[in-house]
């Protein structure tokens, strides 16, 4: 037997060995992206394999390349680790404290009380926590399970999207995804939305999964696994298990009314007249009333408490007190539920930035723009390829939009929380796109000795 084959399998096994003894997360990390990226590939061929395969593994390099970077140019003396944003450090101690404390070592009193704080509690920092506690602390591995968990995720959706809406707008999704830098940022960072992403996703694919099930058995399979993946949502986030359930509602009767014409005409004729008839309702209108109060609350603190770039939703005569909240009109409400819808698409708007920073994300706003451009078109023909798949893309980027329009008044936040549409809106975009480029070239290809159908001119 060849002694070449046992070299190099013991030389493999030193590496492994040094890795795990270096950072125990990036061998499992290793071992799980390359399981990931061959499920994801598995079934594609030709150049939609070299091509997707290609755009996903060079998407991995570029973000382990990006922590690499921010390992390097922190300075440990200064500080026990470098972060990409403010909160990853909250997240990172909190689960070390966590740890620390089911191990039995001992804290500071005051760390003990920060763990265990009710305030921003999350399954995600349990999940940080027992991590740890399995390869000891991590503070840049646990970027890596961010890699995975979105990766992971957009793959999910790649699959779902491709045998559904088709390949093509599939891989403009995977694309947009992957490289989209404010998208890049987070997906690199310690923080709850990849988890969520991933999440979300998978309830995503298994709703779509249920508009398709063939038997009885296989439905309610589905259905039990959905409302287990809600219930993992909802200690992710809270609000989850709502979101999860409105998304796959709104995506199952999307699919149903877009099946039967007639139907979906009696319901857009009767869903206003149902609406004017529950907000005359006194219990209604109180609820409503609750929540716009809490969401200009909510906005009042992030325009006024919150640092960094701002921007306002509310009238002039709210923000120098916030119990004049509590006096909200029915015009002022109208035009803060306006302007809220309005920001949400619009801001950052690039003739308006304060600075080089700001300046520097005026193409991606663009983007942006266009890809909200590209999904309006893209979602009549989403209907007509498949309506549940489109129904579910449309309702939870819907459903997102409007948690997060009302409630911001930071840029930066709007930023992130606008980027966790993208998943769901832009594979709509990418539909939108391939319809254009579709009749574009019917237009161009048209001989010029002829008229386009429709135009053809008729005998006397």
Sequence with gaps: MSSKPILVATLALMAIGIAWALSPLTVLFAFAIVGIVRLGMRDLDGDERRWATTLVVLAIALRVLAIAALFLVTNHDQVAFGRFFA???????????????????????????YAFEPNASSSFVDLLAFIQMIVGPSPYGLHLLSIALYIAAVLLLYRAVRVTLGRMPALFGLAVLLYLPSLFAWSVSVLKEPLFVFVSALGIVLASGLARADSLLRRASIAIALVGVAAILQTIRAGGASFL???????????????????????????PILFGALVRIPAVQLRLYVAVQRAARQHWGAVVVSSGYRYRLLDDRFYPDINQVSSLEFKETMRFLGRGAAAFLTVPRPWDSPSPAAAAYIPEQIVWYVLVVLAVVGTRSGLRRDAAMTGLLVTSTVLIAAAAAFTDGNVGTLVRHRSLALPYLV??????????????????????????????????
């Design 427 to 460: 594979w709509l975009s990418g539909v939108g796109a391939c319809e254009l480029l579709g009749a574009l070239h019917r237009r161009w290809s048209t001989p010029p000795n002829e008229f386009p159908p429709g135009l053809r001119m008729r005998p006397a």
């Design 87 to 113: 909160d990853e450090e909250y997240y990172i101690k909190r689960s070390l404290w966590l740890r620390n404390v089911t191990l039995g070592i001992s804290m500071y009193n005051f760390d003990i009380e």
């Design 245 to 271: 359930a409105l998304a796959a509602a709104g995506g199952l009767v999307t699919g149903l009314l877009a099946s039967r014409r007639r139907l979906m005409i009696a319901t857009l004729v009767a869903a």
